[in-house]
């Protein structure tokens, strides 16, 4: 591959995840806005048009924040942690297919609008996010302190948890697509039709769509099982020792693992950037498609986040091995059947 | 699958790697500088909400978090074997179908085991 090739490769590198990062910011602001309106309040709207910059307010305040490290803390293991959270979070989106179609960019066509193409994705995509706890354990015990260890302890035995329900609940779209390609998996459903139409995987597998959701919160450690960092018995869980930047990138890694998830279930369940009634969509079309569909996916979070309590702790385990994992392995079983008789094959 | 499909992701982790490292960077070299270093060590004690810290924060745990972990590998590495079998069940039909049923089949006696023993409580 020659030099410039590669050095195309990194900027595009370099613009998605710098788009993703501005994504981020704005969903905090999106997030806050939100949570106050269900709140009856109004939420930051000070800093600029609707509060719009408060996200970079935001940024430069943590800048100017000590970097600072406690006593008794393992200061390598301090400073590595929350990098390599934020870095397992940022490689998920390596794989993520915003749009398939060639963008022609002043007469230079560039590939399509995901960074990389890998045969295996999908592995790669349940790797690096699974890698993510070991960002939240390693900072976990390096604080040195009874909170952030047990808070760690919790958000990892939660995180392998939900990782299996999670897992088992995106093995029905593998069994009909029978790829591990997130392009061609976002295509996946052209190859299945019910009475001429072809429906995304929410109908083939609905269970696993709900499964999945459920999965998807814990995975993302969000309300109602932000248990890590349940502040009522644990300060702040596993990232009680950190401040300034070093927080920043524990809670960007966290954003920015809701929504890698959200854009995995966008191209999992509906369809990735496919527009029903138009097939021949540009790829501006398909990127406007797949950001409405996470931005879909990103409200639900919010509003169950302003709406369902905290579960117990014992009681979220319970769930998660009792309840969702013979479920998940129900619908993997009908949906195997389904895609081994090749009922609703186009 | 050449080596040279893997470049596009080298590249993307190359970026992914710079953006924390950069950031971290910014706190070192903006940060506000301690202003009372006269005040020594005991603002850099552990946080236990004002309760005086006791003993180090490494102790023993519960056994729980381990059991979870033995759990959950056992059931990860189901997923291991899942996947591959998965990925070509439309190709082997209904001999899939059943060799997938035996597979879960023997997973389930397992599980329904780990469940009459009680692992999957939690006090």
């Known amino acids: 591959m020659p030099i410039w090739e590669i050095l195309a490769l990194f900027v595009k590198g370099f613009v998605i995840a710098n788009l993703i990062m501005v994504v981020f910011a704005l969903m905090t602001w999106v997030e806050r806005r939100l949570l106050s309106f269900f709140q009856y309040r109004l939420g930051p709207n000070r800093v600029g048009p609707f509060g719009l910059l408060q996200p970079i307010a935001d940024l430069l305040k943590l800048i100017n924040k000590e970097n600072f490290k406690p006593n008794a803390v393992s200061a390598v293991l301090h400073l590595a942690a929350p990098i390599a959270t934020l870095f397992f979070a940022l490689a998920v989106f390596a794989v993520i297919p915003f749009g398939n179609e060639d963008w022609n960019l002043f007469g230079w066509v560039t590939p399509s609008s995901m960074a990389a193409d890998l045969d295996v994705g999908v592995l790669f995509a349940i790797a690096m996010s699974g890698l993510g706890g070991y960002g939240v354990i390693v900072g976990g015990w390096a604080s040195n302190s009874k909170y952030a260890l047990l808070g760690a302890l919790r958000a990892c035995a939660q995180l392998i948890s939900y990782e299996i329900t999670l897992t088992l609940a995106m ?3 593998l069994l009909m697509t029978g790829t591990l390609s997130m392009s061609k998996i976002a295509e996946g459903h ?5 009475g001429g139409w072809h429906p995304w995987f929410i109908v083939w597998a609905p269970l696993g769509f709900v499964l999945f959701l459920i999965a998807a919160l814990a995975e993302a450690n969000r309300a109602p099982f932000d248990h890590s960092e349940a ?3 644990l300060v702040g869980g596993f990232h009680t020792e950190y401040g300034g930047l070093r927080y920043a990138a524990f809670a960007n890694a966290e954003y920015l693992h809701l929504l890698a998830i959200c854009a995995i279930g966008v191209t999992f369940f509906l369809g990735g950037t496919s527009i029903p009634g138009l097939p021949d969509a ?11 569909k996470m931005a879909f996916f990103v409200f639900v979070f919010i509003w169950i986040r302003a709406t369902v309590p905290r579960l117990r702790y014992d009681r979220l385990m319970r769930m998660g091995w009792k309840a969702l994992l013979p479920l998940a ?4 079983l009908i949906t195997a059947l389904i895609a081994s008789q090749g009922w609703g094959r186009a | 699958m050449t080596l040279e499909s893997w470049i596009p992701i080298g590249m993307f982790l190359l970026v992914a790697m710079m953006i924390p490292t950069g950031l971290i960077g910014l706190g070192f070299a903006f940060g506000a500088r301690n202003s009372r270093p006269d005040i020594g060590g005991n603002r850099g004690f552990a946080f236990e909400s004002g309760v005086s810290t006791g003993h180090a924060g490494r102790q023993r745990n519960p056994i729980d978090f381990y059991l979870t972990a033995m759990l959950f590998i056992i059931f990860d590495i189901e997923m291991v074997f899942m996947i591959p079998l998965g990925l070509v069940i439309q190709d082997l ?3 899939g179908f059943i060799e ?3 597979f879960v089949g023997i997973l389930a006696v397992g599980y329904a085991y780990v469940w009459g023993r009680g692992a999957l409580e939690w006090e």
Do not use: C, H, K, R
């Open chain 1, 171 to 173: 093995m029905p779209v």
């Open chain 1, 231 to 233: 502040e009522q018995e």
């Open chain 2, 93 to 95: 039909g209904t001999y």
């Open chain 1, 190 to 194: 052209l190859d299945w039709s019910i």
């Open chain 1, 282 to 292: 540009n790829a501006w079309l398909d990127l406007l498609s797949f950001t409405v």
């Open chain 2, 100 to 102: 997938l049923l035996v």
């Open chain 1, 329 to 332: 392995t129900a619908q993997f």
